[in-house]
């Protein structure tokens, strides 16, 4: 019997037809989505569900969809679908993350093109008869500084159309090494320096706790005066009030955004001020865009319904079924190893290593290399999955490398991550017990034997005593539980580490305590997706 997909959103004609010419049966109800009494009615007979935002995939929708084995969205936003809900339910959600990128890179490069020659206002004026010639001053964009927040997929596209304009270009991106900057033409800067030397700022950054108003007051007043900042990215990035009152006090001579901190944007302090130029978030609204990610998610939604294959999958790993069985728990251990490096580390990474021991080292290493990649990412890009990781790591000229040995330890196999930066290299182990508990036993070299919790506590300190008493003291006075504890030395009086499994996240103020004694060389709270 041929699969059924329901397309519960507008799609092109195209894309349904893909379904149908690989023998996949399609119902097309485009206005069924925005029914969700009527979805819940209908979900049950369905394969697959082919989406955009209109359709919201909510637990309720899941729990009646008994026959639902994939979820595909057209674009890269899944907002609209509950993935823990899925992922409890076997549902596989997929995504189109790469559809969407040259459109909004030249969204982008369009608003440049329009703050600098107030294109919008002119047009107005002119539209009224006014003919106003001489008010409408510009600035060309040649030989002008770009300063790009975010070299990754479409930042990389931006640089590229940049430079064929014949600007300077400067990026900053922590993951940005200096051999992929060179390779781009680009110049890597750390952020204040690109605050001072940039006439043009533009943001290509997603966001997160780390990226929230990364152009704050105090940044905005650290840029180059007269610069003008470019925002088709995440609404948020920029503090919209700090900047309307730049761009009143001449701070900013022009803004250009796409998107906005709250939307639908029906207000913002940006709107009415002269020389900004805003648009409803048109970043992909491009009849090329929408037409890509329907054909991607078509193709992808027919190949995973009758070949198993998966691709851009964000609850699940590309393997198949009978591997699925045993690789469970090294998948979930390599991801924790990959979220413990990638929370720790802040420079750009120049190389993974992954080494393989005993009997994981005869499973489907590509796949764990993802899920060990996708951890370090996510602690920066939270819309990362399995399959784009090693795609961002590659474009920013990460070097992955995967070594394979046979049993050589005490453990029946083990996983060793190894990150390289240009300050240091950073390595932490671990294996899965009988139990298919994933553990840490290693980490800086320091044996360990650490249970792994949605929050942890990590320390670093020299070997001296009364080390316990203040972690517990601190945290005890604070109220947070210790679940677990351990403690781990490279020799008497040497380096040490402590690794807490706490009940709850600890608060900024119990992390600046512990500082605060003076016993700690490092203090960070880490977090594990452990569902």
Known sequence: MAPKVLVSDKLSETAVQIFRDRGVEVDYLPDLGKDKDKLLDVIGQYDGLAIRSATKVTEKILAAAGNLKVIGRAGIGVDNVDIPAASKKGVIVMNTPFGNSVTTAEH?????FAVARQLPEASVSTHAGKW???????VELFNKTLGVIGAGNIGSIVCDRALGLHMKVVAYDPFLSEERAKAMGVTKVELDELLARADFITLHV???????????????AKTKKGVRIINCARGGLVDEGALAEALTNGQVAGAAFDVFEVEPATESPLFHLPNVVVTPHLGAATTEAQENVALQVAEQMA????TGAVQNALNMPSVTAEEAAVMGPWLKLAQHLGAFAGQLTDEPIKAINVL?????????????NC???????????PDVNMVSAPIIARERGVKIATTRQ???GVFEGYMKLTVVTDRRERSIAGTVFSDGKPRFIQIKGIN???????????????????????????????????????????AQGGDAIALLYLDEAPKVEVLRALEATGKFSQVKPLVFDVA
């Open 356 to 368: 393989y021991d005993g009997c994981v080292s005869h499973m489907n290493l590509e796949a764990l």
């Open 303 to 306: 190949d995973y319904l009758l």
């Open 406 to 408: 046979e049993k050589g």
């Open 108 to 112: 982008a490069i369009a608003m440049m």
């Open 371 to 381: 899920a060990a990649i996708a951890g370090i990412m996510a602690a920066t890009n």
């Open 448 to 490: 360990i034997d650490a249970e792994i919790g949605a929050h942890m506590l990590y320390t670093t300190n020299e070997d001296v005593p009364g080390i316990i008493g203040t972690l517990g003291h601190t945290l005890g006075n604070a109220g947070v539980n210790i679940a677990n504890f351990t403690l781990g030395r490279a």
């Open 132 to 138: 106003e010639k001489n008010r409408f001053m510009g």
């Open 206 to 220: 997603p966001l997160t706790d780390k990226t929230r108003n990364i152009l704050s007051a105090e940044n905005i």
